[in-house]
């Protein structure tokens, strides 16, 4: 098999090797993108705008604005076909130090939180079906520990994952493949269920457009609200950037993966939420736990929550093996360069995974599942996400001005509007958070912040050296 791109020398080793295909790619971006959030965000949205019309409406500008991102980075990623992907676009784009803060944040909490969060999500469906595991505790004198059946399970999946992508990343994909296909075939049958058997007794998506109260608040800021929830669901496409070193004619399948996964995801979300307004009214879904479940309870009875359980916990489990296997390629590029732990930067000799970064981002993430505190910190740093998502968008402008004459296999359509746009409304949501929740977001920056000297460190001791061969 060749070697992934630039990640092989004698002093390093064997490299990554390229053997992730097209549909594994695709696969890739739905399943990081399709979690439990279209389970759960749907009542926030309704309860938010109340109108049947403008629900649909923030659900297509958040796919929209997720479809322009997937655009924009489609063109680096054609440019930079490397393990690491928006981490190695930084590098290139603005140095090592705001690569290192991308790639430091990545694993202190970012994605190493989300794992924890949706390993839990897996983990709290399946106490659906066996009651006990939320009422497990632990006393250690001095403090109680609850949920540990919950915990532990979730580290399970965890580190079932990590193992699955230890022995390759075909088997990896293999997996990625199998429950995308699953949750993409439970949520067609949820909206098969609602739109065939469903009756709507004359509420059917009313309101719709009306003049609806927002509760004292404009409706712009009641459709930045309702935004906020929407871009959470649809976080996560941009992962597979972080396999381009391993996935086959990686400038070709990279930007046609990111465009189809995510038009795809806009297409699964809108559809579904019509089913949803189909059989419920708007009133009842701003009201409802799990809307599903509710919507399909009409025609399943109290089977119908079992139902929802099973549909979310392949989607959940689906995530978390496609968010393992891909940001675990983040510290192995940042170790490669000298910015991380040195072990992080090893590929297995036989099976050509970052095996050693996957092991710690196993680790890792179940200490933050077993503490409790993964939520918070997912939280506190959602907004500096943004912020990089702003800083990687705003690079294509960079990289056309520094590399001018550079072969770009994809041009993003609709250039500069469709980048600038997104540029724009990521740092609006960047401001908007910070002013809105000021306090959260002074802890998260800090937690960005804390990557200066460890920065500091690895930059004076380890020599950076950067895989790419540039600095």
């Not at 990625?176 to 296909?181: D, K, P």
């Not at 800083?391 to 993003?412: E, N, Q, S």
Request: hydrophobic share 50%.
């Amino acid at each position: 098999m060749p070697e992934a791109q630039g990640l092989t020398s004698p002093e390093k080793g064997p490299g990554l090797a390229q053997r992730v295909g097209l549909p594994t790619a695709i696969a890739v971006v739905i399943g990081s993108v399709i979690g439990s959030g279209i389970f759960l965000v749907p009542q926030k949205i309704a309860m938010t705008l109340n109108d049947a019309g403008l629900i649909i409406a923030v659900w297509l500008f958040g796919g929209l604005l997720s479809l322009a991102g997937a655009l924009t980075n489609a063109e680096v990623a054609g440019m930079i076909p490397a393990a690491g992907g928006q981490y190695v676009y930084f590098r290139e784009i603005y140095g090592t130090f705001p690569a290192f803060l991308y790639g430091w944040t990545t694993f202190i909490v970012y994605q190493t939180g989300s794992i924890a969060a949706i390993a839990v999500a897996f983990a709290e469906y399946l106490g659906f079906f066996f009651p006990t595991l939320s009422s497990l505790k632990v006393n250690f004198g001095l403090f109680v520990m609850p949920e540990v059946g919950i915990k532990l399970v979730a580290i399970g999946a965890i580190l079932f994952v990590t193992f699955v992508n230890y022995f390759g990343v075909q088997f990896g994909g293999f997996i990625q493949r199998l429950f995308t296909s699953l949750k993409v075939l439970a949520i067609a049958g949820i909206v098969f269920t609602c739109f065939a058997f469903g009756t709507h007794t004359g509420h059917l998506y009313t309101p719709f457009f009306s003049k609806v109260s927002f509760q004292g608040t404009s409706l712009l800021s009641a459709f930045g609200v309702a935004l906020v929830a929407v871009l959470w669901a649809y976080d996560g496409w941009n992962s597979v950037t972080y396999l381009s070193g391993e996935v086959k004619d990686a400038q070709r399948n990279i930007p046609i993966a990111l465009v189809a996964g995510t038009i795809v995801v806009i297409i699964i979300y809108v559809v579904t939420n019509l089913a949803y307004m189909y059989v419920l009214p708007v009133s009842q879904i701003a009201h409802s736990r799990l809307v599903a479940a509710d919507a399909i309870s009409h025609f399943f009875g109290t089977n119908g929550a079992a139902l929802i359980a099973v549909a979310v916990m392949l989607s959940t489990f689906g995530t978390v093996n496609a968010t393992t296997m891909t940001t675990a390629r983040v510290y192995f590029a940042m170790a490669r360069d000298k910015l991380f732990f040195k072990g992080i930067s090893r590929v297995h000799p036989k099976y050509r995974t970052p095996h050693v970064s996957l092991i710690v981002q196993g680790i890792w993430a179940s200490l933050l599942t077993l503490t409790g505190t993964y939520d918070q910190l997912f939280t506190y740093v959602i907004f500096a996400s943004w912020l990089f998502y702003a800083l990687g968008a705003f690079g294509i402008f960079v990289l056309r001005k520094k590399r001018p004459d550079a072969a770009r296999p994809y041009r993003t359509v609709g250039y500069p509007f469709v980048p600038m746009a997104f540029v724009i409304v990521a740092t609006w949501f960047v401001y908007n958070t910070i002013v809105t929740d000021p306090r959260d977001s002074l802890f998260g920056l800090g937690l960005v912040l804390i990557g200066i000297p460890a920065y500091i460190y690895w930059n004076r001791t380890g020599k950076f050296h950067s895989s790419e061969g540039s600095s």
